[in-house]
Structures are given as C-alpha cells and as structure tokens.
C-alpha cells in the first residue's frame, strides 16, 4: 500500500491550525458526530455559497460557527434574512446557543476546495477534463501561487475503463513541512460515474511561528446577527464594489484619451507630400497636402 499522509493533516500543529477549536473532556465523541451533522447540513444548505471551509469553536453553552465563502452576499441573503435562517436552523439541529460568523475570501482562485469545486462542477457540465484541469492551473498560476497540482480519477470523458490523470505547474514539495501546501478532494456526479478531483496549491514557504488560530487569514466578519461585513465588502455591492467600478470605468476613459492622442498623432503631422493630382482635393490628414496624382 501507499503511505500518503494528509498534507493538512501532516502540517497540523507546524504550520496549519485544526478546523474544530475546542476541549472535548468526556463528551468528545458526541462533539465530534456534532461538528460532523453541522459541517455536512452547511455544505448542503448552502452549496451555491462557494464555501471553502466550516470553523467551529465551543464555549460552554455556546457554538460558534465560522463560515468562510467566496460569495458572502449569498450567505447572508437580503439584509441578513438568510443567516438569522441558518441559525435558526442551526439551534433545531444542536439544541444549543449558535453564533454565526462569516468570513470572504478574497482571492478564491487560491483556495483548494473551491478550485476542485469549480473543477467538478466543469466537469459536470461536460466540459472536457483537460480543458477544465488546464484553465484552472492557468488562472491559479496567474493569481501567484507558487505551484499547482491537479488530479482526477475516474471515468474520464466517459470510457470504459476508470483511470487517473494529473497536470501540474510550478513547486509542490509534499515533504517540506514549511511549505504551506493547501489540499482539497471534490467529487463531480457525472451520468456515468463519480469523477474525483484532488487539487494541491502551494503558497510559499512559512518562516517563523506562525499563529495557528483557525480564523487566520480571514479578512471581513459578519456579526452574531449575520449583518453586513465591517467595511462592507465587494460582494454585498458596498464602498468597495462602487470604488472598484469607478477605477474600472476610470481606467478604460482613460483608454479613450491615449486612443485619442494615438489618432492625432496618426494625424499625419507635417510630413510634405508627393506631387498634387486628384488626390490633393481629398479632406483631412491633418496638415499633410495630398498624395501623388497616380497610385
């Protein structure tokens, strides 16, 4: 048999933090079944949320659940109708205290699970696997990872026999325990079969000690309530989407003004032209007298 370990796992207490916070004492297994019910009736809840990851932390008598998605606007739903759902939901299903929190990821096209998300979904759309594979290497690439592996397994493009295919670009050094090495298995539901993908992203090497809180990296937060983000983010259509459509709009006006100087400089200048015929009583060219009388 292989000996594969977990990357995340193999990186546990070195690099990467645990995904459930908490003392277990005598009721360890029932907390784990919990945070098990709670992870898996997320992923169904909300599966057109882009949700990488479920971070649970207990107190006493209260569970705090921290989301982090790509599209908090979904999650949140119209002035926070749809988390106030969730935790409600959420208090049926553990019969204890629930607080929501929600955290957006800022650049999804580094995020293991939803890049094998986005690959499964493809591949479910009939999308050729290749195709799928190679595009995302290209975007993930583009985004500034340092290296990128991808593998599906299965049967691919539909034939009869399962097997196994994998692309890869730039770094990933499995051992290096400081290399920060993001893993994450999707399954795509194809008519003909399960289709798995497993994708590998490293980010660079980890130095020094590095806080191993399970929030790290998160940037906005939604409260208890699922109210907005502080600093209203892009995805509720806040400050900072408007500031991105200015810069956009900004940038492409100023597209027009260098289009426009490029056409007065094509505007042909001073430049003498060759002996007057017919062609000098043609209009425009700036200052430039016609062109030769026979062409």
């Avoid at 929501?100 to 990821?105: D, K, P, T, V």
């Avoid at 500034?144 to 770094?171: C, D, F, H, N, P």
């Avoid at 990296?217 to 459509?245: C, H, L, M, Q, V």
Wanted: with cysteine; charged share 30%.
């Amino acid at each position: 048999m292989g000996q594969k370990a977990h990357p995340i796992g193999n990186r546990l207490g070195i690099i990467k933090g645990w995904d459930s916070n908490w003392f277990g004492g005598n009721h360890y297994a029932d907390k784990l079944v919990e945070d098990e019910k709670i992870r898996k009736y997320l992923s169904a809840r909300i599966n057109k949320g882009g949700v990488s990851k479920v971070v649970i932390e207990r107190t006493l008598k209260r569970i705090t659940v921290t989301i982090h998605t790509a599209r908090p606007g979904i999650v949140i739903g119209k002035g926070g109708a749809e988390v106030d759902k969730i935790k409600e939901e959420l208090k049926k299903l553990t019969k204890k205290e629930v607080q929501i929190n929600i955290f957006e990821i800022k650049r999804p096209e580094l995020d293991a699970q939803l890049v094998a998300e986005g690959i499964a979904k493809q591949l479910e759309a009939r999308i050729s696997f290749r195709r799928a594979m190679k595009t995302t290497i290209a975007s993930t690439m583009r985004m500034g990872a340092e290296g990128i592996k991808v593998m599906t397994s299965g049967r691919l493009g539909g034939a009869e026999m399962a097997r196994s295919e994998q692309y890869k670009e730039g770094r990933i050094p499995l051992h290096t325990f400081r290399a920060d090495i993001d893993y994450a298995l999707s399954e795509a539901l194809t008519t003909y079969g399960k289709i798995g993908v497993k994708v590998w992203i490293c980010k660079g090497e980890v130095y020094g000690k590095r806080d191993l809180s399970p929030n790290i990296g998160g940037t906005s937060s939604a409260s208890g309530k699922g109210g907005r983000p502080e600093g209203a983010t892009a995805g509720f259509g806040g400050r900072d989407g408007g500031r991105g459509g200015n810069e956009r709009g900004g940038d492409r006006r100023g597209g027009g003004n260098d289009r426009n100087k490029g056409g007065n400089n094509r505007g042909g200048g001073n430049r003498p032209g060759g002996p007057g015929g017919p062609g000098g009583s043609r209009p425009g060219g700036g200052n430039r007298p016609g062109g030769p009388g026979k062409r």
